[in-house]
């Protein structure tokens, strides 16, 4: 039966030391395609933030933003953005809270710089977004104005309450740390994702197979009956809910577990 992976990116795909692509990685995922089996990027991350060193790898498609925009080929059969409505109240509230907040779709990244980003993590990513070029002056004020699904970072319990209650109405909010959290619309996750992906195939359940290495991935570990964790997983006890643990990303995490679970 030909088989179909999904591979989250930061610490799975990537190496968790230095964050380059393991080329033991690219070149397995190239010699699963080989072997008639289906590749996919499965990420939180908008299609505009997945760079073109991942692209370059090698895949099928890509499940973006956490299921809301599917990419298969030169397709776009899936995409699901929000009501420009809808995200000015989230800036609203958290401009009110002071959160660090991170607006994404499929076209865009954007800080909102309203006020001075304060968390050092906010403060190097945002470094990190200017370094690789992306246009960092798009007007979130703009009537027009709308996104996919947001992140942001904060130093306290209160700002994370006041903003959900404002978006709770609209959005899950993942753990992603003790002070970064990231919301995606209701009703869409990488596991929502992978359905979509198997049903455009025809394929089952039975034939898929999630690689991940943080909380953002369980939707698509416990969906799956194939999960493998990465050996770098944080936080560790991600290993225990999963069907197979691999060694970690920067020591050929993928390419061998690709080879233990058959892909060739």
């Not at 076209?107 to 370094?131: C, E, G, K, W």
């Not at 991940?212 to 194939?226: A, K, T």
Request: proline content about 5%; glycine content about 6%.
């Amino acid at each position: 039966m030909k088989k179909i992976a999904f591979f989250d990116i930061d610490g799975t795909l990537t190496s968790e030391t230095d964050g380059s692509v393991p080329e033991s990685a690219a070149a397995a995922i190239r010699r699963a395609r080989q072997a008639g089996n289906l590749m996919f990027l499965n990420t939180g991350r908008c299609f505009q933030n997945v760079e073109p060193r991942f692209k370059e790898v090698g895949f099928d498609g890509y499940v973006c933003g956490c299921g809301t925009h599917i990419v298969i080929g030169d397709e776009s059969p899936l995409y699901v953005t929000q009501p420009a409505e809808r995200i000015h109240k989230i800036i609203d509230i958290a401009r009110k809270a002071q959160v660090d907040l991170l607006l994404e779709s499929r076209y865009m990244v954007m800080f909102d710089y309203s006020h001075p980003l304060t968390h050092p993590t906010a403060i190097r990513q945002n470094q990190s977004f200017l370094n690789k070029g992306y246009p960092m002056n798009i007007d979130i004020d703009a009537p027009d104005f709308t996104c996919d699904k947001f992140v942001f970072w904060y130093h306290n319990q209160d700002q994370l309450a006041l903003v959900r209650t404002v978006s709770d109405e609209w959005f899950d909010c993942i753990d992603r740390s003790e002070t970064f959290k990231e919301f995606v619309p209701k009703g869409y996750s990488k596991a929502t994702g992978i359905q979509y992906v198997l049903d455009y195939y025809g394929l089952p359940l039975e034939s898929a197979y999630a690689f991940g290495d943080s909380n953002n991935d369980l939707p698509m570990l416990e969906y799956v009956p194939h999960s493998v964790a990465m050996g770098n997983s944080e936080p560790a006890d991600l290993k225990k809910k999963v069907a197979h643990v691999t060694t970690n990303a920067s020591d050929n995490g993928i390419a061998n577990a690709l080879e233990e679970l058959g892909f060739f």
